[in-house]
């Protein structure tokens, strides 16, 4: 099984930056896909953005051009570089790996 952790999250002025790091354990060779989703408060999670084992990312169209998501397989680990943040930003931040598993979530907040 894997386990992931985020980390990262934080208060900041609308266009600030922010990056959120996910770190993995456990059977990390079984990882195929990473995701960083977000839920606003009374909203539906959303899709930020996503790696596929091929290397290809995939934003949302909220992120598009603001939020950079990397990876780096001898760590395990993705991260999410947020430039431009603004209040709409504001939610909880969770990591996905293989649609399956998900970190406890960090909460970003973007307020003058």
């Known amino acids: 099984q894997v386990q992931v952790v985020e980390s990262g999250g934080g208060v900041v002025q609308p266009g600030g930056s922010l990056r959120l790091s996910c770190e993995a354990s456990?059977?990390?060779?079984?990882?195929?896909?990473w995701g960083w989703y977000r839920q606003a408060p009374g909203k539906a999670h959303e899709v930020v953005a996503w790696?596929?084992?091929?290397?290809?990312?995939t934003y949302g169209s909220a992120v598009k051009g603001r939020f950079t998501m990397s990876r780096d397989n001898a760590k395990s680990a993705v991260y999410l570089q947020m430039n431009s943040l603004k209040p709409e930003d504001t939610g909880v931040y969770y990591c996905n790996v293989n649609m399956q598993t998900w970190g406890q979530g960090v909460q970003v907040t973007v307020s003058p």
């Open positions: 790696i596929s084992t091929s290397g290809t990312i």
């Open positions: 456990g059977d990390t060779s079984s990882i195929y896909n």
